[in-house]
T-cell receptor, first 114, second 115 residues
Framework: SQKIEQNSEALNIQEGKTATLTCNYT??????LQWYRQDPGRGPVFLLL?????KEKRKERLKVTFDTTLKQSLFHITASQPADSATYLC?????????????FGKGTKLSVIP | DTEVTQTPKHLVMGMTNKKSLKCEQH?????MYWYKQKAKKPPELMFV???????INESVPSRFSPECPNSSLLNLHLHALQPEDSALYLC??????????????FGAGTRLSVL
């Protein structure tokens, strides 16, 4: 069966450190992978999209990698700040399904401790 | 304007009520979506409209009835809901339903409680 797994439900890190979140998938053939941030009681906000032929994408303090051999994406936040505390969702766009819809992982709740 | 506006923000309804959720975007997006999200779970796709036509219905019970009156508006009509339908209902839009064009912009959601 198809699965998207985000490594942990919750991750606590100290302010200033790098947070690394993991997204693993099975039985998907994603051409694109997206990361979203969701604050409590709010809708997800798009952060980054990475294509299957891209190894790495950066935006300010954010970096995403995509390894289609390992079937894994890593999401890094460098120099983390308390304002980065939120739930981060990965989402796959599976061309194999032919529908281009996104399927979301359960998310990792990140807490950055001052 | 990169905003998707959802109304109302909160809704409490009885199991015999009829209510509607509304969603509006003015980004010229041609794909619009309804998702349902329970606490500590990911958003679950309910319906997809592409160019104002319903293209995906993820086996949603008929007590949920979507409507897309025009390219900017999306409604979700609710009737005879069950308490287990209580959730955050999210609307989203994307430029198109094409590979790599599927970045979704979400509204803030409607928090629905069914008593």
């Amino acid at each position: 069966s198809q699965k998207i797994e985000q490594n942990s439900e919750a991750l606590n890190i100290q302010e200033g450190k790098t947070a690394t979140l993991t997204c693993n998938y099975t039985n998907y053939s994603p051409a694109y992978l997206q990361w979203y941030r969701q604050d409590p009681g709010r809708g997800p906000v798009f952060l980054l999209l990475i294509r299957e032929n891209e190894k790495e994408k950066r935006k300010e303090r954010l970096k995403v990698t995509f390894d289609t051999t390992l079937k894994q994406s890593l999401f890094h936040i460098t120099a983390s700040q308390p304002a980065d505390s939120a739930t981060y969702l990965c989402a796959l766009e599976d061309l194999g399904a032919g529908s281009y819809q996104l399927t979301f992982g359960k998310g990792t709740k990140l807490s950055v401790i001052p | 304007d990169t905003e998707v506006t959802q109304t109302p923000k909160h809704l409490v309804m009885g199991m015999t009520n009829k209510k509607s959720l509304k969603c509006e975007q003015h980004m010229g997006h041609r794909a619009m979506y309804w998702y349902k999200q329970k606490a500590k779970k990911p958003p679950e796709l309910m319906f997809v409209y592409s160019y104002e036509k319903l293209s995906i219905n993820e086996s949603v019970p008929s007590r949920f009835s979507p409507e897309c009156p025009n390219s900017s508006l999306l409604n979700l009509h609710l009737h005879a809901l069950q308490p287990e339908d209580s959730a955050l209902y999210l609307c989203a839009s994307s430029r198109k339903r094409l590979a790599g064009e599927n970045i979704q912009y979400f509204g803030a959601g409607t928090r629905l409680s069914v008593l």
